[in-house]
C-alpha cells in the first residue's frame, strides 16, 4: 500500500492517502509502533532508491528531506505552520518526529509533572461539587450499573441536570433516566466521582472514553466511544483500577496518561489531516 501510495498518486494526495493507510491499519488492530515505523521505514527505502537512481545521492539527510518537500509541497503554500503538542516522556516523544515531519508539523512537548503540583498556594479548599473541566462518574444506588460523562462547567451543574431530566417532558429522555424509569432505580447523586480533570476539551472527550470503556456495567450509548480505536480496547481493560483523592496528581494517572497520550497523538493527526 505504501509503496502504492507514495510512487502511483500525486504528492498533492500523499497525505490524505498515507492517513487512510494508517486509519485502515488502526481499524485492523495493528499496533501504532509498527504501522508507523513500517511506514517510515518503506518512505525511507522508496526515497533512498529513487533519488539514488535519479540524481546519484548518497546522504541519507538529503534524500529524506527532499521528499518531505515534495510531499507537503501544496500544504505549504499558504505559509502557515501546524503545531500540536504531546506529552513529553522520554525514550518515546522523540519517536513521533519523523511523522511530524511527514506531515509538517511542528511538536511541542508539555511537562505534565511540574513544580505546580507539589507546591500549593494557600487557597482555601474547593468543594467538591465546584471543579470544573471533569471526567465524573454517577453509579446507581441499586445496581452496579454506572453513567461516565464530561463537562466544562462545575460538577454540581451538570449533576443537577441529570437528575432532573427525568421530569422533563422530552421524548428521548437522557440514558440515566431511562434506566431510572424501566428499573425503577435511582443514583447517587451525593456521591459523584470525578475520574479525572481536564482543561482542554479535546483531551477531555478522549479520557471520557476510555473511562466509558472501563465501566463494568456502563449504560452510555455506543456512540459515546465510536472515536476511540478498537485496538486501544485490551490495554483499556488491563490497566488497573485507581484510588486517588483531588487534586489528582501525574504519578497516580501515570497509565492513564500514557494511553491518553497515545490515543491524543492518532487524533492529532487526524484533525491535523481533516
Known sequence: MV???FLSSDPKFHLKNFTHIIDTLLDNDYPIDFIFNTINSKIRT???NQFKTNNNVNNESEVIQPCFNKINSSNNNNGLKKFFAIPFV????????PVANIFTC?????IPNTLKNFIKRGKDKL???HNQNVVYKISCDNCDASYVGQTKRQLKTRIHEHSSDINKTSKSPSVISNHRIEK???FNWSKVEILDMEPSYKKRLISEMVHIKKQTHGINKQNDTESLPDCYTNMIHSLPPLNFSLPLSFPEISAYSFLIFI???VQSIFIIVY
Do not use: G, P, Q
Not at 525514550?91 to 513521533?96: A, E, I, P
Not at 511542528?106 to 508539555?110: D, V
Open 46 to 48: 522508496l526515497i533512498k
Open 263 to 265: 490515543s491524543k497523538v
Open 127 to 129: 468543594e467538591y461539587t
Open 184 to 186: 425503577n432505580h435511582d
Open 90 to 97: 522520554n525514550s518515546v516523544s522523540h519517536k513521533f518526529k
Open 3 to 5: 509503496d502504492r501510495t
Open 106 to 110: 511542528k511538536l511541542a512537548y508539555t
